[in-house]
């Protein structure tokens, strides 16, 4: 099997000549391999941690993705033990779009930091205002977005959530109130969507490889989901991707229904039926919002 597999210890030796590689044939690209200090003052080489954040995700993601990143960490299972960090982006056909990812020892907040002042660099970040970040319960990484990135606007992931609630709490009726409640798009209406799900139960509404073969796979999907991307979005009919235009024209049709009015100040009050909306008018001149453009805002 090792002569048919290589040795993935050899691999992780190679692990710097490929980093070279990677910035040699990928100029402006952010990619980064760590030794173990403790290990070099013994006089062993041992890996620690490695990003990688090619220079096309950067340029795409500051052209054209959301001002919006999910992250997450996975096991590794082979005989390469450690764990897969990974940043992903929302490109504008609201598809996943691949940003960057590490490979370390462990997860925890140490490594969480290191990865964090990585993209914050790589994206030009700053202190995170005006970005939001999803996450699933990361060991460590909430204490450490506090620290990096102390203005992004933290979320978490509710189908992570929910995979650990059903254990507990299954059935698909409390399943369709428990995606009604983290779909609430304020206050009002999580509460009287939770006392659905109360009234369903009272119990559940008070209870979320070998190293560089490895690289190597991520890298080229990468390639082939950007080529692949183009393709589709070379059949677009105009400059708006299909599905904005399909979101633009729902929420018209439904602003059709809502009734706006202006409180001579800072604010708007938007009716849809019997549901009332109270939305700050964000410094846009009164004049030049349609009922759809609020619509759109809320």
């Known amino acids: 099997m090792d ?12 692990l710097e000549a490929y980093c070279n590689e990677l910035r040699t044939s990928n100029p402006g690209s952010d ?17 620690r941690r490695m990003y990688v954040c090619f220079n096309a995700c950067k340029v795409g993601w500051k052209a054209g993705c959301r001002l919006f990143i999910g992250l ?25 779009y691949p940003i960057a990812f590490g490979l370390t020892q462990q997860e925890n907040k140490c490594n969480w930091r290191w990865f964090l002042q990585w993209l914050r660099r790589s994206l030009d970040l700053e202190d995170g205002e005006k970005f939001t970040l999803m996450s699933d319960m990361q ?61 369903l139960s009272k119990e559940a509404a ?9 690289f190597e796979g991520i890298r080229e999907k990468m390639m082939q989901k950007w080529a692949d991307s ?20 729902t929420n018209r049709k439904l602003a059709a ?3 706006v009015v202006f409180n001579g100040d800072d604010g708007y009050e938007i009716t849809e039926g019997s549901e009332i909306m109270h939305l700050q008018s964000m410094g846009v001149d009164q004049g030049s919002l349609s009922t759809c453009d609020l ?3 809320s």
């Not at 990619?31 to 890996?47: C, Q």
């Not at 982006?89 to 609201?94: C, E, H, S, T, Y």
């Open 72 to 96: 997450d960490g996975t096991f590794l299972k082979g005989k390469a033990k450690g764990i897969l960090l990974n940043a992903t982006g929302i490109d504008a056909n609201d598809c996943l």
């Open 139 to 199: 060991k460590g990484l909430h204490l450490a977005i506090l620290e990096i990135l102390p203005k992004f606007e933290h979320r978490l992931c509710a189908r992570h959530i929910y995979a650990n609630w059903s254990k507990r709490w299954r059935g698909h009726e409390l399943q369709k109130k428990f995606f009604s409640c983290a779909w609430s798009t304020y206050e009002e209406q999580y509460v009287d969507n939770l006392k659905d799900m109360e009234a």
């Open 295 to 297: 619509r759109n805002l």
């Open 230 to 249: 183009e393709k589709v979005a070379s059949l677009w009919k105009n400059e708006f991707s299909p599905k904005c235009v399909d979101l633009y024209e």
């Open 206 to 214: 008070q209870s979320f490889l070998p190293v560089i073969r490895m």
């Open 257 to 259: 229904g809502c009734k």
């Open 31 to 47: 990619i980064s391999v760590e030794v173990s200090k403790e290990a070099l003052e013994n006089g062993r080489r041992e890996f």
């Open 3 to 14: 002569e048919m597999e290589g040795s993935y210890k050899d691999e992780f030796h190679n």
